[in-house]
């Protein structure tokens, strides 16, 4: 069983340095906070000082069943996005803060309990070419600085087809 340790991560992946570059430094660091549902852990970025404003994630990982073969693993990342607000319209008095919007992920991944190592290996090494933008969705030879359809799709907003 993992450790409920803090998960250290970046923000400041672009480019070419979105592939495995273990020289790039992690700025932001979450840190476990406890179960919000029985197997579902919690981990916050609470550096920001303003509680509606900590980024998170949560984890969950559920085992195989007698009528279900897969372990299903769900992990969700949450980014939210302060209001931003003008002092002097409220005649020098600073309201409370106040959460504007948040961007979210939601990552679902079910495992066959017949998969070996090697083979969600693979899967995960695709995800992250993926997400890493190592690949090109119309070629078969990975590149470090291709596009993927995925990042295209978040950054700006573009249609796949």
Excluded at 74 to 93: C, D, R, W
Excluded at 123 to 138: G, M, Q, V
Aim: hydrophobic share 40%; net charge neutral; glycine share 4%.
């Amino acid at each position: 069983m993992a450790a409920f340790v803090a998960a250290s991560l970046c923000t400041a992946l672009d480019g070419i340095g979105r592939n495995t570059d273990a020289n790039t430094a992690a700025d932001k660091t979450y840190d476990p906070c406890g179960y919000v549902a029985p197997g579902v852990a919690r981990y916050e970025d609470r550096s920001s000082g303003i509680a509606a404003a900590f980024p998170s994630f949560t984890l969950s990982l559920r085992r195989p069943t007698k009528v279900s073969p897969i372990f299903r693993m769900s992990s969700k990342l949450i980014v939210p996005t302060m209001e931003v607000v003008n002092a002097s319209t409220y005649n020098g008095i600073t309201p409370a803060p106040t959460k504007a919007y948040e961007n979210m992920a939601v990552l679902d991944v079910t495992l066959h309990q017949r998969s070996t190592s090697s083979e969600r290996a693979i899967l995960l090494n695709l995800l992250r070419s993926l997400l890493l933008a190592t690949i090109k969705a119309s070629d078969d030879t990975p590149s470090g600085n291709t596009n993927s359809p995925v990042v295209s799709a978040i950054l700006s907003l573009e249609s796949p087809y």
